[in-house]
């Protein structure tokens, strides 16, 4: 497993070059020499807090060429069956419902950094005192990066947006 730490990699302000930065990033990799133990395996560090590490793992299994998944270690997505690091899109639409409930104003101001982010900008606030449901800064970085997944394995079609568009509904 080769582990890269980008926690420090300052991505761009620009949908398109965030996606090539992260394509270029990918295409430094070392090609594999066959399956299994003969895969080249990559984790990109993107964030560190506390015990939690979020983490992008590749190869997907999903055998779309730059695709990736987005892991938190430290956390179980999936408390009722298999276990799992990986958020869903109803994970994080299930976090902010319940940080909605819990807070409603202080909701509309995680939202104004989701916003933010939705345009490529750096979240000026990441603690919100919710007392519910994952850390802030963790959803935010996962919403993040599920953004950035998205416009790599959609870039033709909405990309973020459809992502986007769910966040917004709730």
């Not at 560090?45 to 990736?68: H, M």
């Not at 490529?120 to 802030?136: I, Q, R």
């Amino acid at each position: 497993m080769n582990i890269i730490n980008i926690t420090n990699h300052n991505f761009t302000d620009d949908r398109a070059e965030i996606r090539k930065e992260i394509i270029n990033l990918f295409l430094a990799e070392n090609p594999g020499t066959g399956k299994g133990e003969f895969t080249s395996k990559y984790r990109y560090i993107t964030k560190i807090v506390e015990d939690k590490v979020v983490y992008l793992s590749r190869p997907a299994q999903f055998n779309n060429g730059f695709d990736f998944t987005l892991n938190v270690s430290n956390i179980n997505f999936n408390p009722d069956g298999r276990a799992t690091t990986r958020p869903t899109h109803q994970n994080i639409f299930d976090d902010l419902n319940l940080k909605k409930e819990a807070n409603p104003k202080l909701y509309v101001e995680l939202v104004e950094q989701i916003d933010k982010i939705y345009d490529c900008k750096k979240s000026t606030k990441l603690d919100f005192a919710f007392g519910v449901g994952l850390k802030s800064e963790i959803l935010l970085e996962c919403i993040k990066w599920l953004f950035i997944e998205q416009d790599v394995t959609y870039w033709n079609y909405s990309g973020r947006a459809m992502f986007y568009g769910g966040i917004k509904q709730i």
